[in-house]
């Protein structure tokens, strides 16, 4: 199973960012789907998840910045970033929950500098 990430790059501190997430279909509708960081040598953390229903959860530092979305239609997940701070420079990665079982995309990084 392949998730497929797109849209990190460099940007700087205020500006925003749209990652996109897109998974097979025969998973993606009845997954829970997941933004996930991670910094060298650090952990890999939770940003945003949302449920098949639409039900969505934030990490405390990126709420009011961060908005999770998915498009049932296109499979697709998004993560609107808005506010950009450097301490959100990581790897992004997106990954599917499907009833415990989870896929993970490639990551795409995200850099916030001037």
């Known amino acids: 199973v392949q998730l497929v990430e797109s849209g990190g790059g460099l940007v700087q501190p205020g500006g925003s960012l749209r990652l996109s997430c897109a998974a097979p279909?025969?998973?993606?509708?009845?997954?829970?789907m997941g933004w996930y960081r991670q910094a060298p040598g650090k952990q890999r953390e939770l940003v945003a998840s949302?449920?098949?229903?639409?039900?969505?959860n934030y990490a405390d530092s990126v709420k009011g910045r961060f908005t999770i979305s998915r498009d049932n239609a296109k499979n697709t997940v998004y993560l609107q970033m808005n506010s950009l701070k450097p301490e959100d420079t990581d790897v992004y990665y997106c990954?599917?929950?499907?009833?415990?079982?989870?896929?993970w995309g490639q990551g795409t990084q995200v850099t916030v500098s001037s």
């Open positions: 949302i449920t098949s229903t639409g039900t969505t």
């Open positions: 279909g025969s998973i993606f509708a009845i997954s829970r």
């Open positions: 990954r599917s929950d499907r009833s415990g079982i989870w896929y």
